[in-house]
């Protein structure tokens, strides 16, 4: 089937402007991963959901930042008030399976560009 | 602070040739640890993956060497190819899945 996908691909805000991510992960996937990638960097964690519960989310930057699963499947994540700093590749993953050392499935990733 | 780091930052080498990037770790809470290959404009992909009581797992060209007492691990290719050239990450998993990834390293293999 299909992998995870990720939508805009690119997005270009002006500082102070909302911003909303969107992520399909793999169908029945059950966890769910949200990375930032700054350019030249390693994804860095920013949080994770179990189904339709965040279970961690103890790598959002700030409290601009927001993500829900509300169904299990589709998730959002929404950035408040964009600032520069926040411009980076934002990665989706999805995992078929609870507990440790399980495959992550990465999308391709949205650009965010804030001018 | 860097939780994995990742070296070197950029590799060239010959076709045939055989790459090594190298990580190192300090949390001992880590459980698992797996190396990812990037394409530009791609997210990253799953290559081989190892648990701190293995010492070695080879899977086709590619092989981790696990040193738990040095708290360093390696990923070697063998017999590089051109279409091996991608960004290679390591990474560490804690329990609770949150994984920290390296800071990676741009491999181009020259034909």
């Known amino acids: 089937g299909a992998g995870v996908s990720q939508s805009p691909r690119y997005k270009v805000a002006k500082r102070g402007q909302d911003v909303a991510l969107r992520c399909d992960p793999i169908?029945?996937?059950?966890?769910l991963f949200w990375y930032q990638q700054a350019l030249g960097q390693g994804p860095e964690f920013l949080t994770y959901?179990?189904?339709?519960?965040?279970?961690?989310k103890s790598g959002l930057p700030s409290d601009r930042f927001f993500a829900e699963r509300p169904e299990g499947s589709v998730s959002t994540l929404k950035i408040q008030r964009t600032q520069q700093e926040d411009s980076a590749v934002y990665l989706c993953?999805?995992?078929?399976?609870?507990?440790?050392?399980?495959?992550?499935?990465f999308g391709p990733g949205t650009r965010l560009t804030v001018l | 602070q860097q939780q994995v780091k990742q070296s070197p930052q950029s590799l060239i080498v010959q076709k045939g040739g055989i790459p090594i990037i190298n990580c190192a770790y300090e949390?001992?809470?880590?459980?698992?640890f797996p190396w990812y290959q990037q394409f530009p404009g791609k997210g990253p992909a799953l290559l081989i993956a190892?648990?701190?009581?293995?010492s070695e797992k080879k899977e086709g060209r590619f092989t981790i060497s696990f040193n738990k007492s040095a708290k360093q691990f390696s990923l070697h290719i063998m017999d590089s190819q051109p279409g091996d050239s991608a960004t290679y990450f390591c990474?560490?998993?804690?329990?609770?899945?949150?994984?920290?990834f390296g800071t990676g390293t741009s491999l181009t293999v020259i034909p």
């Open positions: 993953a999805s995992s078929s399976r609870l507990g440790t050392g399980n495959e992550q499935f």
């Open positions: 169908s029945g996937h059950v966890s």
């Open positions: 959901f179990q189904n339709e519960a965040q279970l961690d």
């Open positions: 949390n001992t809470a880590f459980d698992y």
């Open positions: 190892i648990r701190p009581d293995v």
């Open positions: 990474a560490a998993k804690l329990m609770g899945n949150q994984f920290y």
